[in-house]
């Protein structure tokens, strides 16, 4: 490989870099917007009065806005799973492999992870949150039925 073809290919493995970390940066503002508006939901149900409809149009809503957050997690996962991909390929011809270095130091590579990915944790905040709503929509409808 000649040296501007190595220089190519640092300036492409540091944009693929770039653009991981950007999609890195959307995924946080995405949790950053979502925990707030499912709290201003939550708390929406102890200001309304028990036998209101209201609390099981709040529910459902608040399942809705549950599943865009879970198909947003999903989405970006697979952008940097891909964006990733290519970056450990770019760097089987540059003199150092970081990225394929920490996949090793973490067991990523080998199935045995070292701490649980955080698209798991969001994925598991955005589910629970889910049912959550659920479990509000199913206790309020009950009230409403039996009052």
Same mark, same amino acid.
């Given at each position: 490989?000649?040296?501007?073809?190595?220089?190519?290919?640092?300036?492409?493995? *540091?944009?693929?870099?770039?653009?991981?970390?950007? $999609?890195? $940066?959307?995924?946080?503002?995405?949790?950053?917007?979502?925990?707030?508006?499912?709290?201003?939901?939550?708390?929406? !149900?102890?200001?309304?009065?028990?036998?209101?409809? @209201? !609390?099981?149009?709040?529910?459902?809503?608040?399942?809705?806005?549950?599943?865009?957050? =879970?198909?947003?997690?999903?989405? !970006?996962?697979?952008?940097?799973?891909?964006?990733?991909?290519?970056?450990?390929?770019?760097?089987?011809?540059? @003199?150092? &492999?970081?990225?394929?270095?920490?996949?090793?130091?973490?067991? =990523?590579?080998?199935?045995? &992870?070292?701490?649980?990915?955080? $698209? *798991?944790? *969001?994925? &598991?905040?955005?589910?629970?949150?889910?049912?959550? !709503?659920?479990?509000?929509?199913?206790?309020?409808?009950?009230?409403?039925?039996?009052?």
């Amino acid at each position: 490989m000649t040296d501007d073809d190595r220089s190519d290919r640092v300036l492409m493995w *540091q944009t693929y870099v770039q653009t991981a970390e950007n $999609t890195s $940066t959307r995924r946080e503002a995405i949790n950053r917007y979502m925990v707030p508006v499912h709290l201003a939901m939550m708390a929406s !149900h102890f200001v309304l009065p028990l036998n209101e409809l @209201p !609390h099981i149009v709040i529910g459902i809503v608040g399942m809705a806005v549950s599943y865009l957050w =879970i198909a947003l997690l999903d989405a !970006h996962r697979k952008i940097n799973d891909a964006k990733y991909d290519i970056i450990i390929a770019l760097e089987e011809d540059l @003199p150092c &492999r970081p990225f394929d270095m920490e996949s090793k130091s973490t067991g =990523i590579d080998t199935g045995l &992870r070292k701490y649980p990915p955080l $698209t *798991q944790l *969001q994925n &598991r905040a955005a589910w629970t949150v889910f049912v959550v !709503h659920l479990l509000v929509i199913v206790t309020y409808a009950l009230a409403w039925t039996l009052a």
